[in-house]
């Protein structure tokens, strides 16, 4: 059973920056991880927003590209979004969301939530002045 604990959320002023970090336990290295950060804003849909392949390229939302960068790593352990220039409209809570692969098979950069079983409590962000 994977378990998946997001950290990092907070309040900040407009323009401000914040790291997320989704820190990942119970998972079979034998089978590869794939993840994604997903958000859902008061009254709005879950949106997948950043996620990388098992190359290290990543993927984003038009929403946050250039803003935000996601990071996963070699140890699948750890999955980070670095935030910058955040603006009122990424107030939401970010969640991020896993599925495990049946082999050390390949990761393509999903935003879709349909693709993933295991998923995070979440943490919240907010951005105002």
């Known amino acids: 059973q994977v378990n998946l604990v997001e950290s990092g959320g907070g309040s900040v002023r407009p323009g401000g920056s914040l790291t997320l970090s989704c820190a990942v336990s119970?998972?079979?290295?034998?089978?590869?991880?794939?993840m994604t950060w997903f958000r859902q804003a008061p009254g709005k849909e879950r949106e997948g927003i950043a996620a990388?392949?098992?190359?290290?390229?990543?993927t984003y939302h038009d929403s946050v590209k250039g803003r935000f960068t996601v990071d996963q790593g070699n140890a699948e352990n750890t999955l980070t979004l670095q935030m910058h220039s955040l603006k009122p409209e990424d107030t939401a809570t970010y969640y991020c969301?896993?599925?495990?692969?049946?082999?050390?098979?390949?990761?393509?950069?999903?935003?879709?939530?349909?693709?993933?079983?295991?998923w995070g409590q979440g943490t919240q962000v907010s951005v105002s002045s």
């Open positions: 990388t392949d098992s190359n290290g390229i990543a």
């Open positions: 119970g998972h079979d290295n034998s089978r590869r991880l794939c």
């Open positions: 969301a896993a599925r495990a692969l049946m082999s050390r098979g390949y990761c393509y950069a999903l935003l879709d939530a349909g693709f993933f079983d295991y």
